[in-house]
């Protein structure tokens, strides 16, 4: 499979205003969602976990609730048909704070039909696991 992986993070995509005036706790995760878009601020457009026959590019969606430059999130994303790994993505912030963070994975002539996963990690250690398909 041909594969190209985006991370779709910017500034933007944090509502630091919320901790202005409040100490912020440990970083979260607040959700991880499977979809096949995302807004502008990185929220889930489309949210599903089984994706139609020629899907090229499939989104992760992950809220995070204060985050800092300290933090890293990685996706592993696999083809559960033949245990392959697809890709790995490293994120690290610019700033702290909250709100959306876009994973994206490519496969130019569409994902074959089967079972998948993304596996998301927070600061190294496994945070969730997280299913879908293409059918």
Do not use: H, Q
């Amino acid at each position: 499979m041909k594969i190209k992986t985006i991370i779709f993070a910017t500034v933007a995509a944090f509502v630091i205003a919320s901790l202005i005036g409040c100490a912020p706790g440990p970083v979260e995760i607040e959700s991880i969602t499977t979809c096949k878009n995302v807004d502008s601020d990185y929220k889930p457009v489309d949210p599903t976990t089984a994706f139609p026959s020629g899907t090229s590019i499939i989104y992760a969606s992950i809220k995070v609730k204060n985050i800092t430059t300290e933090d890293k999130l990685t996706v592993k994303w696999n083809y559960l048909e033949t245990g392959e790994e697809i890709n790995t993505t490293d994120f690290i912030t610019d700033e702290d704070g909250s709100g959306y963070i876009g994973f994206s994975i490519i496969v130019d002539e569409g994902f074959p039909s089967g079972r998948y996963n993304a596996i998301v990690f927070l600061n190294n250690e496994l945070f969730e696991t997280v299913e879908f398909s293409v059918e």
